[in-house]
């Protein structure tokens, strides 16, 4: 179980993780957060700063190691 636990941090670590809304430094709920690593966009619901994960690069490279 505990072997299950590590496999499980180090995908995480590959995701980036977002605490805080970058404009207003309030902290995100751990709800939130979930909710922006499976859609990517979040809008912070004190200042409305739309948080949006730029995803792009990991899937040109994926894409650039699938062709080879």
Known sequence: M???HKANSS????SVKIEKC???GVQ???WE????????VLT???C?????????DKENK???GDKK
Do not use: F, G, M
């Open 22 to 24: 970058p404009h207003c």
């Open 11 to 14: 995908t995480s670590s590959d």
């Open 48 to 56: 409305w700063y739309r948080i949006i994960l730029d995803v792009t």
């Open 33 to 40: 957060q979930v909710i922006l690593s499976i859609d990517r």
């Open 2 to 4: 505990a072997n299950e």
């Open 62 to 64: 994926n894409k650039n």
């Open 44 to 46: 912070c619901k004190k």
């Open 28 to 30: 995100l709920t751990q």
